[in-house]
């Protein structure tokens, strides 16, 4: 047993209490398990019925679906159905027309596009609206052409697109549906039958995902966004999971590192294997964290000075933030949802585990800065957003940027707060830029100057060749007085 104490399952507790009373999400619900099963849970707000939410009340779990990913491929490995080294056109031929960014370069295989070095840009506005496209329109996707920030295997930038191909390469090998493969071979066999990727299959009650209904939104103040239907991008982060589930799930992969591990679909050899650090994550991408960061196989690993290897993986979908993290040394974890856009309830269960193991010593952790250079595509986009900016137009934006832009925040709104930024600053829209900071090729980010400040201008494009827009975020920035 762990032996956590009252006093520290209070901390705990108070830690997502603060978040619900400070308005980040309407509901926040929480788990701490070790290797003997639950230690504790709580939950605070309202999940949508007047209750608060509980263990066996049922979120999207986003991208911790990843983890259930590679397990599903793993299994079909053991099984000597697949090979991880085999490229990733075996298995999508449309993948074929993919031009590739140099002429050396290797087709992805696909233990490439599981430790996220496929070479493709970071993507996740864009991706987490793909997720009910069918397998022909995810085709004609690829045959459109991707974008690459790095030649294929040598570089770590998180993927959807990656997972969605993994998720595609998984059902032709099984010769059945993505969400098929992965519940029969994972999920069941470890009786999780709260973790299912269609809503009404759940068994509890489902929390409606949400996000501010206006600007400066505050406590209540939300506006429900509709669920998403499986589809060719299930693969990324389509299940939907409890406290429960999740805490069974992370505690089964933390006891491949026990001396007793449990039994399962996927053996404790291929579990260990799925949370080795196998491709460095750069500090930029974890820019607050002092840990050494890698990514395995659908997990993310930080090398702790005190602690040791902690795991982990967040999931954000629109209206949903996941996570799940433990120590591989202690078996201890946290898992924690929050039904709000961008709530990173993250923040709060990394928070959590450090106070849980802190029960036993201290850690600490301090920002880690890091850039990067741009690509053709990123300054091409750049300068067709200075144009927007300067004269907003509803036509140009769909123009330059996915339709992501528009359904995230729309248009009228994000009209709005820009025209509020730059009054706020008096930037000078036609102004060369005075700094600029890139933490990937397909990133950008510039200040504008000002009379009382200066506009912070960022853009992120999507994994598509067009080179169009997935994040645009103007923000002020006002002199200190």
């Not at 762990?2 to 788990?31: H, K, M, Q």
């Not at 071979?185 to 009650?205: C, I, K, Q, S, Y």
């Not at 053996?267 to 750069?282: G, K, T, W």
């Not at 990514?295 to 996570?323: I, K, R, T």
Request: net charge negative; aromatic share 6%; glycine share 10%.
């Amino acid at each position: 047993m762990s032996g956590i104490d009252a006093r520290t399952i209070a901390e705990v507790d108070a830690l997502f209490r603060d978040r619900v009373e400070r308005g980040v999400a309407p509901s926040s619900v929480w788990g701490v398990f070790d290797r003997a099963g639950p230690v504790a849970s709580g939950g605070h707000g309202d999940r949508g019925d007047g209750l608060a939410p509980d263990a066996h009340t049922v979120h999207r779990i986003a991208s911790c679906t990843k983890s259930v990913t590679a397990a599903t491929l793993l299994a079909l490995v053991a099984d000597g159905r697949v090979r991880l080294d085999d490229p990733i056109t075996d298995f999508v031929p449309a993948f074929a027309d993919v031009a590739l960014p140099t002429a050396d370069s290797p087709v992805p295989t696909l233990r490439m596009l599981l430790t996220m070095s496929g070479g493709f840009p970071t993507d996740d506005p864009w991706a987490d609206r793909q997720e009910s496209l069918s397998d022909a329109e995810f085709d004609d996707v690829l045959r459109a052409g991707l974008l690459f920030d790095s030649v294929p295997g040598t570089r770590f930038a998180y993927s959807n697109t990656g997972y969605a191909l993994l998720g595609r390469a998984i059902a032709v090998v099984a010769g059945r549906p993505f969400t098929e493969v992965a519940t029969d071979l994972v999920l069941r066999p470890l009786g999780l039958g709260n973790t299912v990727f269609r809503a009404e299959d759940a068994h509890g009650h489902v929390v409606t995902g949400v996000r501010p209904a206006s600007d400066g939104a505050g406590v209540g103040d939300w506006e429900p966004l509709p669920l998403t239907g499986p589809g060719a991008f299930s693969s990324i982060g389509g299940l939907f999971s409890t406290v429960t589930d999740l805490a069974r799930w992370g505690r089964h992969l933390a006891s491949a590192f026990s001396d007793d591990p449990e039994a399962g679909p996927v053996s404790p050899a291929d579990r260990r294997l799925m949370q080795q650090a196998m491709r460095v994550v750069p500090a930029a991408v974890v820019p607050t964290s002092t840990r050494a960061t890698a990514y395995g196989f659908g997990l993310f690993v930080e090398q702790d000075p005190v602690f040791g290897e902690l795991v982990s993986h967040s999931g954000g979908y629109p209206g949903f933030s996941a996570h799940m993290r433990w120590s591989a040394r202690d078996g201890i974890g946290v898992v924690a949802f929050e039904n709000a856009t961008q709530a990173k309830v993250s923040a709060a269960a990394d928070r959590a585990l450090d106070v849980v193991l802190a029960a036993r010593t201290d850690g600490s952790s301090a920002p880690v800065p890091g850039t990067a250079p741009t690509v053709h595509a990123t300054r091409v986009a750049q300068a067709a957003v200075t144009r927007l900016l300067a004269d907003w137009d509803d036509d140009l934006a769909d123009a330059i940027c996915t339709p992501n832009v528009a359904m995230d925040v729309p248009y009228e709104r994000r009209r709005r707060v820009i025209a509020d930024a730059v009054a706020q600053v008096g930037a000078d829209l036609g102004a060369a830029p005075v700094d600029e900071q890139s933490s990937a090729p397909s990133h950008l980010r510039w200040w504008l100057p000002g009379t009382t400040g200066r506009l912070r201008v960022e853009i992120r494009l999507a994994p598509l060749a067009a080179g169009l827009v997935q994040t645009l975020v103007v923000r002020a920035e006002p002199s200190e007085r």
